[in-house]
């Protein structure tokens, strides 16, 4: 009797190991799965930073990736923490530049636009706390079709330097 029980003991363990084995197999698989799904996603926000400045208007910029067949309209932006959110263009007008608010953004179908200094950007005016390099602030861009898309933004002093954008 005994060695049956050995038997036993040596089979439990052995089918333990192989439904662990199983289970770990499943967890990298489900990530690997989960991570695909972020990198097709209808509508991606990345590489998103707020400006640090002394005071409270700064701006925020990022890459905004349409994945869907159409044509979408970014008609908004909110971050927590600012009471007045707006989206600028900066434009060149009789040899000077200026900036002005635009009400929406046209993406088109399997396209980036690209939010950044000398061009599309979010205005954030009234920010309710002093700003610290490194920090995460949270945000929803809104489109047309009353879709929302929730990232971070990190607070930098300057461009990442990975962001040299080829237009």
Not at 35 to 60: C, E, I, M, N
Not at 83 to 89: D, L, R, S, W
Request: aromatic content about 4%; some cysteine.
């Amino acid at each position: 009797m005994r060695v049956g029980k050995k038997k036993l003991g040596v089979l439990m363990v052995l089918l333990l190991t192989v439904a662990c084995g199983q289970k770990q197999s499943e967890t990298h698989a489900s990530h690997a799965a989960m991570k695909q799904g972020a990198d097709h996603a209808k509508f991606v926000v990345s590489d998103a930073w707020v400006r640090l400045v002394p005071g409270d208007k700064t701006a925020a910029y990022f890459t905004f990736k349409n994945n869907t067949a159409v044509e979408v309209n970014l008609t908004g932006v909110h971050m927590d923490g600012v009471k007045n959110v707006q989206i600028h263009e900066t434009i060149a007008e009789d040899d000077m530049m200026s900036m002005r608010q635009i009400e929406s953004v046209a993406v088109p179908a399997n396209t980036e636009v690209y939010f950044e200094a000398g061009g599309k950007h979010v205005m954030l005016m009234g920010v309710s706390k002093r700003l610290r390099e490194g920090e995460q602030m949270s945000g929803t861009v809104t489109l047309d079709g009353h879709e929302s898309v929730l990232f971070d933004a990190t607070v930098r002093s300057s461009q990442p330097r990975h962001l040299g954008h080829q237009h």
